[in-house]
């Protein structure tokens, strides 16, 4: 078996064309449109088949005291430098109010008393962040269902809408502050809670503080931390770049079960 | 050359023609995407969260004024210097960056998790949906149980194949119109036990599936081994790929690239019937 040494230059060539060329192409093809469309077709499917299988009521597992992580990550935002935040911090968030608005029959202005003098759920859970990692906490918290029950929701509302006092991204036009969305399956769900309280304490400022939603059922990112304001809404296209999150504006699934 | 009788004959089926390559293409790209997805955080443990001073495996990066940033692998405490691959690595640019996987392996090529992520689910679907047609033909047709499965006297003289395998001796004339019984165990296990660990090791990681299925975690250890498991199993399929090439160009390649593609297959005669 003889080979040419041309032939095998010209080979060596080739191939490394051909991956030139694919990898270039994925990475043409990752910015197309309509490709990205097709792509993003996954994420409905996703929720489709996964809200088939888990129902309303299925549980995120629960853990034991013995099982809590003896580092928990902080991600995203650890402190805030906004001032008016600086200000309720250095006093112990007392004059912090939860505004709970949008379309509601009883618009709600809620101290850290008053929510920790409500129903509370106490639980250990996993939280999974989207690049990989999990962190295992115990959180407390009152049950998201009952502030939205307290405040009334109108039949139009299709989304609880976080609005949080961190600001992850500078931007000029105020898209770089963070929020989430979540539907009704999962705001009426047992576990999801607004969280005050972490492995026993005060909720701390890197993971949060005053207030900090428990979505056991998805990923780290939608549950949103430093929450100053709950609102309802019929649609979220309006908010922002209009893909109901933070970091769904920036690509990721809304939709953020696996 | 003696000239002999060409004896053709129908090798694969058009269903596992085209399955094997839809497969095929959701490999590569499932693997791409997924060390895209790997390069978010690039280290791996084992139970159900992340113990983050003892990973099992970690790509890590160091720095120093002489010599820049340097790639280093961490595997069961030991460290390796991997600078160029893994750990950090050139850009397309040729600047020196921390990476945990090196760009040419990663789709998309530059670091962004939010488009690995949407490739990696598009194409998982896909990898599904497909292998789930290729299991449904296989037992209804029963391509599974005459073509795969093993016979008793193939797997009695399981030693000889392998050194006849070694010795780069491949079977020729009418045992040539089976699956030798090292293929057959091959393809068993990427389409028994690989894909499927892949799939399930996958959804153990969904939030949302554990939920529905907390049998999951029990079996496979928790969360983080699951994604253990999922990087271990890939890596099978990684080894599966380049000794399966490597086997096709051995053997004939073109025979045994045609008989993938049109389905038709030339049986090796008694004498070298690809002198290239």
Redesign the interface.
């Known amino acids: 078996?003889r080979t040419n040494p041309n032939r095998r230059g010209f080979l060596k060539r080739t191939a490394a064309l051909a991956?030139t060329l694919a990898?270039?192409g994925?990475?043409r093809l990752?910015e197309a449109p309509w490709f990205?469309q097709?792509?993003?077709?996954?994420?409905n499917?996703?929720l489709r088949a996964?809200r088939f299988?888990?129902?309303s009521s299925?549980?995120?597992?629960e853990?034991t005291e013995a099982?809590l992580?003896?580092?928990f990550?902080a991600n995203g935002s650890t402190s805030i430098e906004d001032f008016d935040y600086q200000t309720l911090a250095a006093k112990d968030f007392v004059d912090w109010r939860l505004q709970v608005d949008g379309l509601v029959e009883r618009p709600q202005q809620l101290s850290l008393a008053e929510l920790r003098a409500m129903p509370s759920r106490t639980q250990i859970t996993?939280h999974?962040?989207?690049?990989?990692?999990?962190?295992?906490g115990k959180w407390t918290g009152v049950p998201l269902a009952h502030v939205l029950e307290q405040a009334g929701v109108q039949p139009q509302a299709r989304y609880v809408v976080f609005r949080c006092a961190d600001t992850l991204e500078p931007t000029l036009d105020g898209s770089g502050q963070y929020y989430e969305s979540i539907g009704f399956e999962d705001a009426y769900h047992p576990q999801t809670i607004l969280a005050y309280k972490m492995n026993g304490r005060p909720l701390p400022i890197p993971h949060g503080a005053p207030l900090r939603l428990r979505v056991?059922?998805?990923?780290g990112y939608k549950m949103a931390k430093y929450i100053m304001r709950i609102e309802l809404v019929e649609s979220f296209a309006g908010i922002s770049r209009g893909r109901g999150g933070f970091?769904e504006d920036?690509?990721?699934?809304w939709y953020a079960?696996? | 050359m003696v000239e002999q009788p060409r004896i053709f004959i129908r090798r694969h089926s058009v269903l596992v023609r085209v399955t094997h390559w839809i497969n095929a293409g959701c490999l590569l790209i499932l693997l791409m995407s997924g060390l895209q997805i790997f390069n978010a955080h690039p280290a791996l443990y084992w139970g159900q969260a992340s113990a983050f001073d003892h990973p099992v495996l970690a790509l890590t990066t160091t720095s120093s004024d002489e010599s820049g940033i340097r790639g280093v692998t961490r595997f069961f405490g030991y460290a390796f210097d991997t600078t160029g691959v893994l750990g950090a690595s050139p850009s397309p640019g040729g600047v020196m960056q921390v990476r945990g996987f090196p760009s040419w392996l990663t789709v998309p090529s530059y670091q962004d998790l939010a488009t690995g992520r949407r490739w990696h689910f598009f194409f998982a679907w896909l990898l599904v949906l497909n292998g789930v047609v290729y299991l449904l033909y296989s037992v209804a047709s029963r391509h599974l149980m005459s073509d795969l499965v093993p016979t008793r006297p193939q797997l009695r003289l399981i030693g000889h194949t392998v050194w006849e395998h070694l010795l780069l001796r491949f079977p020729r004339g009418d045992d040539a119109r089976h699956y030798n019984v090292l293929q057959k165990l091959a393809y068993l296990i990427v389409a028994l036990v690989l894909l499927p660990l892949m799939v399930l090791t996958g959804l153990t990681m969904s939030p949302g599936i554990d939920a529905a299925f907390p049998e999951l975690l029990t079996f496979f250890g928790g969360r983080q081994s699951a994604r253990m498991i999922h990087f271990l199993a890939a890596s099978g399929l990684v080894l599966f790929v380049i000794v399966h090439v490597a086997m096709v160009l051995l053997s004939g390649a073109w025979n045994n690239l045609r008989s993938m593609i049109t389905g038709t297959y030339v049986l090796p005669g008694g004498i070298h019937a690809h002198e290239s």
């Open positions: 078996m991956g990898l270039g994925c990475d990752s990205r097709v792509l993003d077709s996954a994420e499917a996703t996964q299988l888990l129902g299925s549980l995120a597992r853990y099982d992580s003896p580092v990550k996993r999974d962040c989207v690049e990989g990692w999990s962190c295992i056991e059922r998805q990923l970091w920036r690509g990721y699934e079960g696996i």
